[in-house]
């Protein structure tokens, strides 16, 4: 059986992003949310986002509320801020596998990749 796990990394202070909200949506005609959870301490979820039956083949976004984990931070942000809410959308081909969608975030920039 498949599964789906994500982490944020702050890449501007060096460290996991902890209390992060994380949202995720199945993506078709409409776009309808499945979960939303928080990061724990080491920036990651206590368990895969999707799994088991739930985990099927289609296309998905995941969304991180960055901008509020930044505010929380007390960094110094422009209002509204260069970064704030981020829309990772991706496609599930396999069912079987697994599937990690990390996020590195600052800020100024974020980035991902299929991990494992």
Not at 4 to 32: F, K, M
Not at 101 to 114: D, F, G
């Amino acid at each position: 059986m498949g599964r789906l796990t994500t982490h944020i990394l702050d890449t501007a202070q060096g460290c996991p992003a902890a209390n992060v909200d994380i949202a995720l949506y199945a993506v078709g005609e409409d776009r309808r949310l499945l979960k939303k959870d928080q990061t724990n301490a080491d920036g990651r979820l206590d368990n895969p986002i999707l799994e088991a039956d739930e985990f099927k083949p289609g296309v998905y976004d995941l969304v991180f509320q960055a901008g509020a984990y930044f505010r929380s931070c007390k960094l110094d942000l422009p209002d509204p801020p260069f970064v704030d809410e981020v829309v990772i959308r991706f496609g599930i081909a396999d069912a079987d596998s697994h599937y990690h969608v990390p996020l590195l975030v600052s800020p100024w920039a974020y980035s991902t990749y299929r991990g494992s």
